[in-house]
């Protein structure tokens, strides 16, 4: 069972990718001390999200924009939670190159489900290096996207660096998150 002040990473995915990176935020989080308790959301209710101060949400982006099945069926009932008092960091997998018109666009849609359950959003990530044309995963003028941006298929040389500076970056806004 999960106790206060722990780390829950909750992952939706296909072909196993997102649940790769997830195993690699694990590790680098153990880098620094900090466990993290892994969950496929297709695993669990998704109350069990209630049982963590520390979320990080990852779901993968299909083809035009699709949401990926297991977070699509529990997306109306992440909207009724009231995560007050709980931080939340998103990562999204997409193709930049193939899908540029939808790049990560779960990742924004997943926002868009949690953002007015009352929880603290951090995570935001640089835009800086990725090629796409829209994404609802980033902010109006594109400098920022809501949270990790992985593309496996494109630029798979640059996740594990982009995982550690990402989890660095979290470690110090969740301490901040916390005061």
């Known amino acids: 069972m999960s106790t206060a002040n722990s780390i829950g990473l909750f992952y939706g995915t296909d072909t196993s990718n997102t649940e790769m990176v997830g195993q690699k935020i694990q590790e680098q989080f153990a880098e620094l001390d900090q466990a993290v308790e892994l969950h496929n959301i297709t695993d669990v209710d998704v ?19 699709g949401i990926q099945s297991d977070w699509e069926d529990v997306g109306d009932a992440l909207s009724q939670l009231d995560l007050n008092n ?4 998103l990562y999204g997998l997409g193709d930049q190159f193939g899908y540029g018109d939808y790049f990560v666009d779960a990742m924004g849609w997943l926002y868009e489900k949690l953002k007015n359950t009352g929880a603290t959003f951090i995570g935001q990530w640089s835009t800086e290096g990725y090629d796409f044309e829209a994404s609802l995963a980033a902010n109006e003028d594109k400098s920022q996207f809501i949270g990790l941006a992985i593309d496996e298929d494109q630029q798979f040389d640059l996740t594990d660096q982009r995982i550690e500076q990402w989890v660095i970056q979290l470690y110090a806004e969740q301490a901040l998150a916390a005061a």
């Open 47 to 65: 109350t069990a999200l209630m049982e963590y101060d520390f979320l990080i949400l990852g779901i993968p982006t299909w083809d035009f924009g």
């Open 86 to 89: 709980k931080v939340i960091a």
